[in-house]
């Protein structure tokens, strides 16, 4: 546990346990949780959540939230009598009690505490280090900025914020308040990333001017394109629908919002690009030393009042930096692919796994998987190289997933955690820092505001401002909170 000075603010020395709170335990906070619970360095102290339980939420593969928990606490039979997927905050504190209790040989622990307004828990958790935040997106930046004026360290969700004005802040308080943050982009320092990234700053296909980029999200996990439902449904007993909306404006209840679908609503997800946006635009990014976006423009499937459409695609340009050439950047989801690249054999993948990102150089065209794996050169000739190796775990110390947890496409590698835990301890700042990644958000909420509008836009970063687009286009820069909710 960390000692305080007359700041308040947390003074966590090496040897010391991080203190850490969990805001929002659903599915995925709930997977979140197991992974800390799994290190030594952290204590986790209180979770917190709008729902007290249920046992409708998405696993990604067969009984995959409950084997993950039958594993963690070595208990082959937990959650026999739960009809389905289940979390919320009654269940995740008694994991958390649970598998402290085993750790510690008793019978019994309480030192997990459980909340539904992340306000009292800031306020009556004395002794707290941290927050992890893995709520919807639309409660992003309120809780970390709360936290934050609290003397918390923050980890939170992708996509860091709801909008462009929310990332710009976020990454304001925190230089502001000097704490340690980091978002769930975990690919920001794998191996596969940093071989890319030094492959591109080698120049092995020559200056790069164009990416193209796709993910198969959201037709593949979710729904998208759906109109607002005109009727209501019964709030579950033990959900705080108020609460749950929060800052967003008002609705009657629907099943239709959530579970997970939440992410389709303008008011409380980013579609796709929230998604997965994040992490192929960290990497290249770090590739290619990208600032903001000056310019983007969109194209969708049909348009819908409250909802992102099916399909959409995304054009960008970022500026010339010193020597290097300006950057098209084309973004493509719901089953859009690129054009493919010219004397590529109609035999080979441009992909792996049905995502991928092409980059297009002076010297010709490197090839990666989403996350960067198996990069190929496609020469100017058309000869394309055989795909580059997966880099064995063994010879890195940043490891791409962790094998007990079995397969999950959202589990974070320890590595990353413990980035963010050292620079919880005054180490360096964890790569993917607010500061960091608030320009590259800037651009993916961008993005979202052209499939909006359907227009072209082109922003200034330094003013913050808009310099094409209509007034419409720039009230969605930044949401209007319901009250009492209002931005710090």
């Given at each position: 546990m960390a000692s305080r000075g007359a700041s308040g603010l947390a003074a966590i020395k090496p040897g010391d346990k991080l203190t850490v709170a969990c805001i929002g335990v659903g599915s995925q906070g709930l997977r979140v949780l197991i992974d800390l619970l799994r290190m030594p360095e952290v204590q986790v102290v209180a979770v917190c959540d709008v729902n007290r339980q249920t046992s409708d939420y998405l696993d990604w593969g067969p009984n995959e939230l409950r084997g993950k928990v039958r594993l963690l606490l070595q208990d082959p039979a937990w959650g026999s009598t739960l009809p389905g997927p289940t979390a919320g905050r009654e269940v995740a504190q008694s994991i958390a009690n649970t598998f402290y209790a085993k750790q510690a040989g008793k019978a019994a622990y309480n030192g997990c505490a459980s909340y539904e307004d992340f306000r009292e828990l800031l306020a009556r958790e004395k002794d707290l280090d941290a927050v992890v935040i893995s709520t919807p997106d639309h409660w992003h930046a309120l809780i970390a900025i709360a936290a934050m004026r609290a003397g918390k360290h923050v980890y939170s969700q992708k996509p860091m914020a709801h909008s462009v004005g929310e990332a710009r802040r976020m990454a304001q308080v925190a230089a502001e308040t000097g704490r340690a943050t980091q978002v769930s982009i975990f690919n920001s320092q794998t191996a596969e990333s940093r071989r890319v990234i030094q492959m591109l700053q080698d120049g092995v296909i020559g200056p790069v001017s164009r990416v193209d980029i796709w993910t198969t999200r959201a037709s593949?996990?979710?729904?998208?394109?759906?109109?607002?439902?005109?009727?209501?449904?019964?709030?579950?007993?033990?959900?705080?629908?108020?609460?749950?909306?929060?800052?967003?404006?008002?609705?009657?209840?629907?099943?239709i919002y959530l579970p997970f679908v939440w992410r389709a609503w303008y008011d409380y997800g980013c579609g796709a690009i929230g998604d997965m946006g994040e992490y192929g635009f960290d990497t290249?990014?770090?590739?290619?030393?990208?600032?903001?976006?000056?310019?983007?423009?969109?194209?969708?499937?049909?348009?819908?009042?409250?909802?992102?459409?099916?399909?959409?695609?995304?054009?960008?340009?970022?500026?010339?930096?010193?020597?290097?050439?300006?950057?098209?950047?084309?973004?493509?989801?719901?089953?859009?692919?690129?054009?493919?690249?010219?004397?590529?054999?109609?035999?080979?993948?441009?992909?792996?796994g049905g995502e991928g990102i092409i980059y297009t150089g002076e010297r010709g065209k490197l090839l990666t998987g989403y996350m960067a794996q198996a990069p190929r050169v496609l020469s100017p000739s058309g000869e394309l190289s055989a795909p580059m190796p997966a880099l064995s775990p063994p010879d890195e110390p940043f490891q791409p997933l962790r094998p007990e947890l079995g397969?999950?496409?959202?589990?974070?590698?320890?590595?990353?955690?413990?980035?963010?835990?050292?620079?919880?301890?005054?180490?360096?700042?964890?790569?993917?820092?607010?500061?960091?990644?608030?320009?590259?958000?800037?651009?993916?909420?961008?993005?979202?505001?052209?499939?909006?509008?359907?227009?072209?836009l082109e922003w200034d970063h330094t003013a913050g401002r808009l310099t094409r687009g209509s007034a419409y286009a720039s009230t969605l820069l930044m949401p209007q909170y319901r009250a009492p909710w209002a931005a710090d």
């Open positions: 593949a996990f979710w729904k998208q394109g759906l109109a607002t439902p005109a009727t209501a449904d019964p709030i579950p007993a033990g959900f705080n629908w108020d609460m749950w909306l929060g800052p967003a404006p008002y609705r009657p209840y629907n099943h290249i990014v770090r590739a290619l030393a990208l600032g903001p976006a000056e310019q983007v423009y969109a194209s969708s499937t049909e348009l819908f009042p409250d909802c992102y459409p099916v399909a959409s695609t995304l054009h960008y340009r970022f500026p010339p930096r010193g020597s290097r050439p300006a950057v098209e950047l084309h973004w493509y989801n719901g089953g859009i692919k690129p054009e493919r690249p010219a004397g590529l054999s109609i035999d080979a993948q441009m992909s792996v397969a999950s496409a959202t589990a974070a590698n320890i590595a990353h955690y413990m980035e963010w835990i050292d620079a919880c301890r005054k180490g360096p700042p964890a790569s993917a820092n607010y500061q960091f990644e608030a320009p590259i958000v800037e651009s993916l909420m961008l993005g979202n505001i052209a499939i909006r509008t359907q227009e072209a």
